[in-house]
Protein backbone atom coordinates (compact mmCIF):
# COMPACT_ATOMS: atom_id res chain seq x y z
CA UNK A 1 0.00 0.00 0.00
CA UNK A 2 1.14 3.53 -0.89
CA UNK A 3 0.39 6.59 0.90
CA UNK A 4 0.41 9.92 -0.25
CA UNK A 5 0.11 13.24 0.99
CA UNK A 6 0.13 16.52 -0.75
CA UNK A 7 0.64 19.72 0.26
CA UNK A 8 1.02 23.73 -0.69
CA UNK A 9 -1.65 24.92 -2.36
CA UNK A 10 -3.27 27.77 -1.14
CA UNK A 11 -5.03 31.15 -2.60
CA UNK A 12 -2.75 32.92 -5.25
CA UNK A 13 -3.26 35.99 -7.46
CA UNK A 14 -2.59 35.26 -11.49
CA UNK A 15 0.61 35.44 -12.54
CA UNK A 16 1.81 34.17 -9.07
CA UNK A 17 3.82 30.92 -8.02
CA UNK A 18 2.99 27.74 -6.23
CA UNK A 19 5.23 24.67 -5.64
CA UNK A 20 2.80 22.26 -4.84
CA UNK A 21 4.61 18.76 -2.78
CA UNK A 22 3.72 14.91 -2.67
CA UNK A 23 5.41 12.49 -0.20
CA UNK A 24 4.99 9.28 -0.62
CA UNK A 25 5.12 6.59 1.72
CA UNK A 26 6.52 3.68 0.26
CA UNK A 27 9.59 1.33 0.36
CA UNK A 28 10.78 1.74 -3.43
CA UNK A 29 9.70 5.40 -4.39
CA UNK A 30 11.74 5.31 -7.28
CA UNK A 31 10.09 2.52 -9.20
CA UNK A 32 6.99 4.25 -9.44
CA UNK A 33 4.88 6.74 -12.21
CA UNK A 34 4.17 9.80 -10.43
CA UNK A 35 1.63 11.92 -11.61
CA UNK A 36 -0.39 15.11 -11.05
CA UNK A 37 -3.95 15.52 -12.18
CA UNK A 38 -6.07 17.78 -11.16
CA UNK A 39 -10.10 18.54 -11.30
CA UNK A 40 -12.30 21.49 -11.43
CA UNK A 41 -15.77 22.23 -10.31
CA UNK A 42 -18.17 20.27 -12.53
CA UNK A 43 -15.15 18.73 -14.56
CA UNK A 44 -13.47 15.71 -15.58
CA UNK A 45 -10.09 14.81 -13.31
CA UNK A 46 -7.42 15.52 -16.09
CA UNK A 47 -3.62 14.77 -15.94
CA UNK A 48 -1.73 17.86 -15.07
CA UNK A 49 2.08 16.09 -15.13
CA UNK A 50 3.98 12.77 -15.09
CA UNK A 51 7.37 12.24 -14.45
CA UNK A 52 8.33 8.29 -14.90
CA UNK A 53 11.08 6.60 -13.11
CA UNK A 54 13.84 6.96 -15.47
CA UNK A 55 13.14 10.98 -14.83
CA UNK A 56 11.21 11.52 -18.52
CA UNK A 57 8.65 13.93 -18.18
CA UNK A 58 5.45 15.01 -19.92
CA UNK A 59 2.58 17.77 -19.53
CA UNK A 60 -1.00 18.66 -20.59
CA UNK A 61 -0.75 21.31 -23.06
CA UNK A 62 -2.46 24.02 -21.36
CA UNK A 63 0.63 24.08 -18.72
CA UNK A 64 3.17 23.59 -21.40
CA UNK A 65 5.84 25.88 -19.99
CA UNK A 66 4.40 26.77 -17.13
CA UNK A 67 4.26 24.00 -14.64
CA UNK A 68 7.35 21.88 -14.37
CA UNK A 69 7.04 18.24 -12.70
CA UNK A 70 10.33 16.60 -10.67
CA UNK A 71 11.44 14.17 -8.30
CA UNK A 72 13.55 13.64 -5.50
CA UNK A 73 13.98 10.08 -4.89
CA UNK A 74 15.79 10.11 -1.64
CA UNK A 75 13.22 12.17 -0.08
CA UNK A 76 10.36 9.93 -1.86
CA UNK A 77 9.01 13.37 -3.29
CA UNK A 78 7.53 14.31 -6.34
CA UNK A 79 6.82 17.89 -7.06
CA UNK A 80 4.93 20.63 -8.90
CA UNK A 81 6.09 23.95 -9.64
CA UNK A 82 3.45 26.49 -11.05
CA UNK A 83 4.41 29.39 -12.33
CA UNK A 84 2.48 32.11 -13.99
CA UNK A 85 -0.40 30.99 -12.41
CA UNK A 86 -4.19 31.89 -14.28
CA UNK A 87 -7.47 31.45 -12.71
CA UNK A 88 -8.35 28.83 -15.00
CA UNK A 89 -5.69 26.28 -12.96
CA UNK A 90 -8.22 26.96 -9.97
CA UNK A 91 -8.56 23.30 -8.74
CA UNK A 92 -8.21 20.56 -6.30
CA UNK A 93 -4.70 19.04 -7.20
CA UNK A 94 -4.19 15.73 -6.99
CA UNK A 95 -0.89 13.14 -6.46
CA UNK A 96 -0.81 10.01 -8.58
CA UNK A 97 1.30 6.71 -8.02
CA UNK A 98 1.39 4.07 -10.25
CA UNK A 99 3.69 0.69 -11.05
CA UNK A 100 2.35 -2.08 -13.84
CA UNK A 101 -1.76 -2.26 -12.63
CA UNK A 102 -1.23 -0.34 -9.28
CA UNK A 103 -2.77 2.76 -8.70
CA UNK A 104 -2.70 5.13 -5.87
CA UNK A 105 -4.22 8.52 -4.97
CA UNK A 106 -3.40 11.20 -2.36
CA UNK A 107 -6.56 13.57 -1.30
CA UNK A 108 -5.80 16.39 -2.73
CA UNK A 109 -4.83 19.86 -2.23
CA UNK A 110 -7.02 22.94 -3.40
CA UNK A 111 -5.15 25.40 -5.52
CA UNK A 112 -7.09 28.86 -6.00
CA UNK A 113 -6.19 31.10 -8.68
CA UNK A 114 -7.84 34.87 -8.13
CA UNK A 115 -8.27 37.21 -11.02
Known amino acids: QVQLVESGGGLVQAGGSLRLSCAAS????????MSWYRQAPGKQRELVAA???????NAADSVKGRFTISRDNAKSTVYLQMNSLKPEDTAVYYC?????????WGQGTQVTVSS
Open 26 to 33: VSIFSIYT
Open 51 to 57: ISSGGGT
Open 96 to 104: NARYSNSYF
